[in-house]
C-alpha cells in the first residue's frame, strides 16, 4: 500500500500490529484521527501511554488492576473461599458480565500446551496452589477453554492438590469442545457456571 506520508505510513504499521486490524483498517482508523482536533488526539495518545505504564497486575490473582490488589480481590463482599481459575483476563471479563459469579479468580496467564513451549513454570499455578494451601480456599473451578490444552492443564493441576481438601469442579459444557470462553454468550456461560461439574466427571 503505497500513501502519500511516511508519518501517514508509520501510524498505519503500528495501527496494523493490533489484533483482527488489517492494513485497510489501519488506514481508515489513522484517517480518522486526522480529522480530530490535535486536543483529542493527545488525549487519546496519553490515555494509552498511562494505561501502559500505569496498569498493574494483582499480586494476589493476576487480574489487571489500577493498585497492587485489584477491586475484586479486596472486595469484602466476594467468597475469598472460591476460586475461578481462568486463561486470561479477557476470560475474567467475560464471566463478570454473566453476574453469575461471586468468588474471586485466579489468572493462570495461559494454559500448558508443549507444542507452543508453554509449561507449568510458564503460568501462575505455583501462585495458585499456595493460595489453596494459605488461604482456606474451599473450592476451585475451572473455567478454562474446553480444548485439549485446557483439559491437561486441569489435570496437571488437580494432581497437585490430590491431597488437598479443596471441592474441584469445572463449568458444564455448555461452551463446545474447542470454543472459547470470552466469545459465549451470556445466558450460556452463567449456565456453565451455575451447573459446574466435578473436576472427576470431566476429566479422565
Known amino acids: 500500500m503505497q500513501l502519500p506520508s511516511s508519518l501517514l505510513e508509520n501510524a498505519v504499521s503500528e495501527f496494523a500490529k493490533l489484533p483482527g486490524i488489517g492494513k485497510k483498517t489501519a488506514l ?27 496498569i498493574k497486575f494483582c499480586k494476589r490473582c493476576f487480574n489487571i488492576s ?5 477491586a475484586i480481590c479486596s472486595n469484602s463482599m466476594r ?3 472460591l476460586i475461578c481459575v481462568v486463561e486470561n483476563i479477557r476470560d475474567v471479563i467475560a464471566i463478570e ?3 453469575q459469579f461471586s468468588g474471586a ?9 508443549p507444542l507452543d513451549g508453554v509449561g507449568p513454570n510458564d503460568l501462575t499455578i505455583e501462585a495458585l496452589i499456595n493460595r ?3 488461604e482456606e480456599i474451599e473450592e476451585l473451578v475451572f473455567a478454562l477453554n474446553p480444548n485439549i490444552q485446557g483439559d491437561t492443564t486441569i489435570y496437571y493441576i488437580q494432581k497437585k492438590l490430590q491431597n488437598s481438601t479443596c471441592k474441584i469442579t469445572t ?3 455448555g461452551i463446545s469442545f474447542g470454543g472459547e470462553l470470552e466469545f459465549a454468550d451470556e445466558l450460556t456461560l452463567g449456565r456453565s457456571l451455575a451447573n459446574r461439574l466435578p473436576v472427576e466427571s470431566y476429566v479422565r
Do not use: P, W
Open 171 to 173: 463449568i458444564a459444557r
Open 28 to 54: 481508515r482508523l489513522v484517517l480518522h484521527l486526522l480529522k480530530q482536533e490535535e486536543v483529542d488526539v493527545n488525549h487519546f495518545s496519553e490515555t494509552i501511554a498511562q494505561m501502559r505504564s500505569g
Open 66 to 70: 489500577d493498585s497492587d490488589i485489584c
Open 97 to 99: 458480565s454473566t453476574d
Open 79 to 81: 467468597n475469598k473461599h
Open 105 to 113: 479468580y485466579h489468572v493462570l496467564g495461559g494454559i500448558i500446551s
Open 132 to 134: 489453596v494451601e494459605k
